[in-house]
Nanobody
Framework: QVQLVESGGGLVQAGDSLRLSCAAS????????MGWFRQAPGKEREFVAA????????YYADSVKGRFTISRDDAKNTVYLQMNSLKPEDTAVYYC?????????????????WGQGTQVTVSS
């Protein structure tokens, strides 16, 4: 098992930046592929970014490509999501998640462990 705790959300203006953190504890951090998802009010949860199980590859939703960057610090068991050039449509609760080696990185159904979420609000 792994426990995930997100932090770093907040209220910002369009064009600003935020960095979200996801601290993992429990089973070895390197045993999981890590991803970020988000859910806006009235919408389904959607994929944002992920690392491959090996950590060697990254994946991004088209809507955030070029603006968001996923990174990790294995020594700290922490995954980050750097969000630049934020837009009002990025407003959502952002979740960190972990999955095993199987399944698509952009499919939330394959992720076994989830954090509690952190709110990001971008004003225009």
């Amino acid at each position: 098992q792994v426990q995930l705790v997100e932090s770093g959300g907040g209220l910002v203006q369009a064009g600003d930046s935020l960095r979200l953190s996801c601290a993992a504890s429990g089973r070895t951090f390197g045993s999981y592929a890590m991803g970020w998802f988000r859910q806006a009010p009235g919408k389904e949860r959607e994929f944002v970014a992920a690392f491959s199980w090996s950590g060697g590859s990254t994946y991004y939703a088209d809507s955030v490509k070029g603006r968001f960057t996923i990174s990790r610090d294995d020594a700290k068991n922490t995954v980050y999501l750097q969000m630049n050039s934020l837009k009002p449509e990025d407003t959502a609760v952002y979740y960190c998640a972990a999955k095993g080696i199987r399944g698509r990185y952009d499919d939330s159904g394959w992720y076994n462990y989830w954090g509690q979420g952190t709110q990001v609000t971008v004003s225009s």
